[in-house]
């Protein structure tokens, strides 16, 4: 299931959200940036350098700006269907400029009807 991450009505992004822990209500999966990404990519990037991927030390400063910056987004999550899911933590893990990798969307998912909906589907 297609999955869009929005920033005030703006498309920041795609993913289907691939792997899923329901008992811990957390879904992740490849990001695909859509043209919005431009807006939050900074945000998404102070994170990959504030916790290196090379596992070398974390600069916790960086990681508070990192968070206050995060959560003071307006990001929503969207199902296939356009309806909005409740989320309590929406993250990109975009190391993209250290690895060449896509970026990897990570989602805590607190609404009981998304885990009943995705269940279905699966």
């Known amino acids: 299931m297609r999955h869009t991450v929005r920033l005030q009505g703006v498309i920041v992004g795609h993913s289907e959200l ?7 209500g957390r879904a992740w999966g490849v990001f695909r940036p859509g043209l919005g990404y431009d807006l939050v990519q900074p945000v998404f990037r102070l994170f990959a350098q504030a916790v290196p991927s090379d596992g ?13 910056a995060r959560d003071a987004l307006p ?3 969207q199902d ?13 893990a975009d190391y ?4 060449g990798a896509p970026p990897v969307l990570d989602v805590l998912i607190s609404e ?6 995705r269940n279905n589907i699966s």
């Open 18 to 24: 691939e792997h899923a822990d329901a008992a811990l």
């Open 56 to 68: 070398s030390s974390r600069d916790t400063a960086l990681l508070e700006r990192y968070y206050k």
């Open 75 to 77: 990001l929503e999550l």
């Open 80 to 92: 296939d269907g356009g309806r909005s899911i409740r989320t309590s933590a929406i993250h990109i």
């Open 96 to 99: 993209s400029v250290e690895e």
């Open 112 to 117: 009981e009807g998304y885990w009943l909906r």
